[in-house]
């Protein structure tokens, strides 16, 4: 069985451009990739350990401010793993919450499942966080070429 590639977007759906991650995990899910599992979640956690561990590669995609997307509105960029980093720091608890982080996950996955994918993240610039369902225009503007960016990362540019 060969492993398929894995996209999770992330974000509060409830909180205006907070919730890009999930709504272009959406709109990826819409395409039909074969090779390709998508999944949309609040936050990361835990539970994704094992999905990661058999992933032949990951792209995490979430909200972020523009200092950290960049200056074009998004950034694409390959998780290098931390060298010499334990997978559990003594006196954390990050692993054990419902608040992990992208490496924290990956670590867990090679720790309890041998097994670290490549991945990338995509951080998508967000300009609002008020209470709301929709996209902020400006961070909706920026989905064509984001979801360009995700095809060409899947291979099916």
Excluded: C
């Excluded at 894995?6 to 919730?19: E, P, T, Y």
């Amino acid at each position: 069985m060969s492993r398929r590639d894995l996209l999770i977007g992330w974000g509060n759906g409830l909180r205006q451009d907070d919730g890009v991650g999930r709504a272009i995990a959406a709109q990826v899910q819409a395409w039909g990739l074969a090779r390709l599992s998508v999944i949309a979640r609040t936050q990361l956690t835990p539970e994704l350990a094992p999905q990661l561990a058999a992933a032949r590669r990951v792209l995490f995609v979430d909200a972020a401010a523009e200092a950290a997307a960049g200056p074009g509105g998004w950034r694409l960029e390959r998780l290098l793993p931390p060298a010499s980093v334990p997978a559990v720091v003594p006196g954390t608890t990050e692993l054990f919450s419902h608040q992990a982080s992208a490496v924290g996950l990956l670590q867990l996955a090679a720790t309890l499942y041998g097994r670290r994918p490549p991945a990338w993240q995509l951080l998508v610039t967000a300009h609002g966080f008020g209470f709301g369902t929709g996209l902020t225009p400006a961070t909706a503007a920026q989905l064509p070429e984001v979801l360009a960016a995700v095809r060409r990362w899947s291979g099916d540019a």
